[in-house]
Every structure is written in structure tokens, then in C-alpha cells.
């Protein structure tokens, strides 16, 4: 399946850099646009046709799946799954705040991960949250990764990127990605077994496989209401995921919206 899946993101690529050297005087006017308004997207051509590809895989496989499970899971039971997943990103989280030396969200997500983790049920239940809208604790759920550590420390983002099945991204943030898989998730991490090499059970395929795909599902199934309301909103639905992606990164990476 992952052979199928790089067979079809190279495919891609390629067939987005056949289309960027067919149109090269398209995309030098482009550039020249992207430029004017600050957004650094070099490869629009290559972009647009990943773009165009996750859309169509979307619609006619994320999609499908995603509001399937929507109907048949009770809300209550789909917020439980949502909760439950979040709570293992803490782990990224924690990791990243420490990297960036932010003391403040390392500590206050490392509460979050316990309380949750403990009373909440293994996360099921975000009384971490229900902690901070009832006292003056700030327990609420943080966004940190590797793309925006290397942020803090100076490394620019690089030209925009859209990935094949992933989305938006940039040179900085794919790398970024890469590092918080192989890592610190806990969910994908597996590959080199970095935080649980002595329990070997949580490492296996047949395990996070499933694990990881029904966290695909999960966050697909909570991004159909918005993609719908982007879908009729947006002239140009490319360039306004691509903008407001890129706007949202600079602000995480300023520290500007803390809270998730």
C-alpha cells in the first residue's frame, strides 16, 4: 500500500514538472504576482496539478469514507475518537516546546497529557479543558511541531508546497513533518521505535496501521463541514487554502495563537 501510494505521489510530481516546463511563461507571470503579494509559491504549476489530484482523491475516497463513518458514529463517540487523538499529539507538542525552550507550554501540556491521559480515560475525555473553562489554569490544547521549532530558531519557510495526499505545506514544514513522524508521534513513530523499543507490541504494523488510519478518517470527517462552506466560499479554492495556510503558519510560529 505505501509503495502504491510513493508510486502515485512520484507520478505526480512528475507530471507536475512536465506541466511546469509546458508553461513556463505562464508560471514566470505568476511568479511575478506571487512575488508582489508576499507569497513565496515558485512551483504554482506543480502545485496546482498535486492540488488537483488531492482533490479528486478526496471527493472520491477520503471523502466517501469520511462521511460514512460520520453516519454511522454517534456525536458523542465521534468527539471521544477526536479527544483520544489529540491527546496523543501531546506528545509532539511537549516534545516541540521543550526544543523551542517554551518552559511555559511544555509544562502546561505535559499537565494536559497527564490529567487526560489519567482521569480523562486515556484522553477520551479532555477534562483538561473543562479545568481551564472553569479556573484561571491555562490547560488548553497548544499547537506545536518540528516545522514551526525550526521557525523560532530562524529557518525560513521556503517556496510553498502542496504534497501529494498530505496538502499544504512548505520546504520547511515537509521536513518538519518528516521529523514529528519518525520521532515523536506516537502513533507513527513505530518506524524506528525511538520512545518504546522496550514494548514491542506497541510497535507492530498491524497495530498503528489501523490506528493511523482511523486518525485519517477521524480528522477527514471533521474537515467535511469546512471544506464545504471553502468550497462554496472561495473563487479560487487553490489560492485561498494556499494563503490562508501560509498566514496561519506565520502566526504559529510567532506564537500568536497559542491556543488550538
Known amino acids: 500500500m505505501i509503495n502504491i501510494i510513493r508510486t502515485v ?116 475525555i479532555d477534562i483538561a479543558s473543562d479545568i481551564s473553562a472553569v479556573s484561571d489554569i491555562n490547560l488548553n490544547k497548544r499547537n506545536e511541531d518540528f516545522g514551526q521549532t525550526l521557525g523560532r530558531y530562524g529557518v525560513g519557510s521556503g517556496p510553498y508546497i502542496v504534497l501529494p495526499l498530505l496538502g499544504p505545506s512548505s520546504v520547511r514544514d515537509t521536513f518538519g513533518i518528516a521529523v514529528d513522524s519518525f520521532f515523536m508521534d ?12 522496550d514494548v514491542p507490541y506497541l510497535n507492530k504494523t498491524a497495530l498503528r496501521f489501523p490506528v493511523a488510519a482511523a486518525r485519517t478518517v477521524n480528522a477527514r470527517a471533521q474537515f467535511l463541514e469546512q471544506d464545504k462552506t471553502l468550497e462554496e466560499a472561495a473563487l479560487d479554492k487553490y489560492e485561498f487554502v494556499r494563503d490562508a495556510y501560509l498566514q496561519r503558519r506565520t502566526s504559529l510560529v510567532n506564537n500568536k495563537a497559542e491556543e488550538k
Open 9 to 124: 505521489a512520484v507520478a505526480v510530481l512528475v507530471s507536475g514538472l512536465f506541466l511546469t516546463g509546458c508553461a513556463s511563461t505562464k508560471t514566470t507571470a505568476s511568479a511575478n504576482v506571487n512575488n508582489q503579494n508576499g507569497v513565496n509559491d515558485p512551483l504554482e504549476s506543480m502545485n496546482r496539478a498535486v492540488f488537483n489530484f488531492n482533490e479528486m482523491v478526496y471527493d472520491n475516497v477520503f471523502d466517501p469514507v469520511a462521511r460514512g463513518y460520520k453516519r454511522v458514529t454517534p456525536d458523542p463517540v465521534e468527539l471521544v475518537v477526536g479527544n483520544f487523538f489529540s491527546n496523543l499529539n501531546e506528545v509532539v507538542v511537549i516534545t516541540n516546546s521543550v526544543l523551542q525552550l517554551n518552559y511555559e507550554s511544555a509544562l502546561a501540556s505535559s499537565a494536559r497529557l497527564l490529567v487526560n491521559t489519567t482521569f480523562g480515560i486515556f484522553g477520551m
Open 186 to 197: 506516537p502513533v507513527t513513530q513505530g518506524v524506528t521505535g525511538v520512545f518504546m523499543t
